[in-house]
């Protein structure tokens, strides 16, 4: 019988474009795995990205109609697929695509349904979103004096990227689902 696997931990990071996310989520992926931690990331892009380059062959193919291209070396996977209409994909579909991993870290998807941390910074004036989102748990900022609202969420530093890591580790249970959940 197979042993039981062990669950993987999934935590979004929502906020406004120039809060810091990338910086963060970045720091954390190097955090994490000096921790021994596997991480992978699913980041939510704007609806005109492209990753691939004109005149490249997977370029060239993509653009003769395949539905999607894969493109594998021995050090790179990338699969690209290509939509007729626009489709805005979900986390729980987006996780299947995945290999196992200890964490998942989604940046972007500010409305998923699981927990997150806003990143929040007064000085690029955005509103919050936690008082509206019981999703999130967290709030990374560099001036929790400056919140609007009271909260029950953790206040982390921002710029203390390794504290961020350790208060993710030490609370993994809240982020924690299961394997059959991604599958």
Known sequence: MAE???PVHVVGFAGYSGSGKTTLVEQLVGHLRIAGKTVSVIKHAH???DIDHPGKDSWRHRKAGAHEVLVA???????????????EHTVPELLPMLQ????????????????????WRPSAGKPVRYPTDPLIVAIATDEPNQLPLPTAATL???????????WLLSNESRFALAHEQTR
């Open 156 to 166: 982390l530093d921002i710029n203390r990227s390794d504290a961020v890591a350790d």
């Open 100 to 119: 196992p991993v200890d964490w998942v870290l989604v940046e972007g998807f500010k409305d998923a349904q699981i927990p997150k941390i806003e990143v």
């Open 73 to 87: 070396s021995s050090h790179l996977v990338a699969l690209q697929r290509e939509s007729l209409e626009p489709i």
């Open 4 to 6: 039981p696997r062990a």
């Open 47 to 49: 609806h005109q990205f």
